[in-house]
């Protein structure tokens, strides 16, 4: 069912006067996922028309324009994604970590996406599998399932990854699986100083070699004393390592996954209205508990989409990445070896065979199933269907 509000709606209305206003700043990708959105399932792309083989009862059904940014198009996307990683999951605990970069790296991370986001991924993985491979902690090699995400609540900049690990790891010497404790993987604490470290160090390097560009406000950071002047407050903090219990179970894994993995900013069952206040929407405030954390709020629709394009990733850009266990090389016989070890004798089963490929919901009247009976290109309107009261008067003596 169509939400009464889409953030298509906003950008057909308001991205026109947007890109007038903005000519000129913003990039390739921004303009091409405003683009899409705007025109996704709409006679622009082309579609089918579907027809009940029972009563016949029929609907026009447009094309999507598939954008990993898209809020309509992630659902099929997370469902074929997950039915692949599905067999990945081991009958074993799966804990959820996130790792979060200061405000001040954040403001580095919006002129250097590509890189920073990169950096991000990469320190944080390597912080997890480091501490995970002492024979302090967990003395094995773990897999981790990494999404990253952009923004918070309120579609401000706010880039994180979240990950999901499994409780325990083959043994560094490959003959055993190492459990992790029931409600305890790996020490927040010290995961958040070699984060830090291995962080800062590389994000250094790229300044030196000169890799690293800003802009603006920021346009200063290029000299090497105003960088490291400001990253000086961010070395005394603490930084945000947040570890959850574990799931309870494998089929609360993949509702989690799915929820995470194919999320844009903001999805359309958030916005409330639209109208010349602006957008209102709902967010979460997680500054405050209860049924507080629940806030509504109200930008101007010019704000709305500057937030949302804050969050568009760079072309080529992988933001689900897999590493130790999982990782892409290695995968099948990880696992195949850590299901030996956990003495598992039958892999997951795969979703129903049954379901078609080309699934499309029911009739709407009488729940028969629908057939294609036209397509049509792209910007032509399907012919409607044939006037059956013209007929039968025509028929009539």
């Given at each position: ?14 991205g ?44 026009i ?18 469902r ?5 990683r ?21 403001d ?81 604490r010290?995961?958040g ?8 160090t ?26 490291l ?135 709407s ?33």
């Amino acid at each position: 069912m169509r939400a009464s509000i889409e953030v298509a709606d906003i950008f057909r209305a308001a991205g026109p006067a947007y890109r007038a206003a903005h000519a000129g700043h913003l990039s390739l990708a921004q303009l091409k996922v405003m683009s899409a959105i705007e025109y996704c399932r709409t006679a622009a792309l082309g579609g089918h028309v579907e027809a009940c083989e029972d009563c016949g009862q029929w609907r026009i059904a447009y094309n999507s324009c598939r954008n990993r940014h898209c809020p309509k198009c992630q659902g099929a996307a997370a469902r074929t994604w997950l039915a692949e990683r599905e067999a990945d999951l081991l009958p074993v605990g799966y804990f959820h970590v996130v790792f979060t970069l200061p405000a001040e790296i954040a403001d580095i991370a919006f002129h250097n996406k590509a890189l920073v986001y990169d950096l991000l991924f990469k320190a944080a993985s390597e912080t997890m599998l480091t501490i995970a491979a002492d024979p302090r902690h967990l003395g094995a090699r773990i897999g981790i399932t990494a999404v990253l995400h952009t923004w918070g609540s309120a579609m401000t900049h706010h880039p994180h990854v979240h990950m999901i690990v499994p409780g325990g790891g083959i043994a560094l010497g490959g003959g055993r699986w190492v459990f992790s404790r029931p409600a305890f993987l790996l020490p927040v604490r010290v995961l958040g100083k070699l984060f830090q470290r291995l962080f800062l160090t590389r994000l250094l390097a790229l300044h030196d070699a000169g890799q690293l560009g800003f802009f603006g406000t920021m346009a200063h950071l290029t000299e090497r004393r105003a960088f490291l002047r400001h990253l000086a407050p961010v070395r005394g903090k603490r930084w945000g390592v947040y570890a959850k219990a574990p799931f309870a179970g494998p089929e609360a894994v993949l509702a989690y996954l799915s929820r995470y993995t194919h999320r844009v900013a903001i999805s359309n069952r958030r916005l409330i209205a639209f109208d010349q206040d602006g957008v209102t929407f709902r967010y979460k405030d997680y500054r405050r508990d209860g049924v507080d954390r629940q806030q509504v709020m109200t930008l101007a629709a010019d704000e709305f989409i500057r937030r949302f394009l804050l969050h568009v990733l760079p072309r080529g850009f992988h933001r689900i990445r897999h590493y130790g266990l999982l990782a892409g090389s290695a995968r099948k016989a990880s696992l195949a070896l850590a299901r030996e070890l956990l003495d598992v004798t039958e892999l997951p089963s795969p979703g129903d065979p049954e379901v078609p490929e080309d699934f499309r919901p029911p009739c709407s009247c009488c729940g028969g199933r629908m057939i294609i009976i036209e397509t049509f290109e792209r910007w032509r309107q399907p012919r409607g269907p044939p006037d059956t009261t013209a007929t039968n008067r025509e028929n009539s003596p």
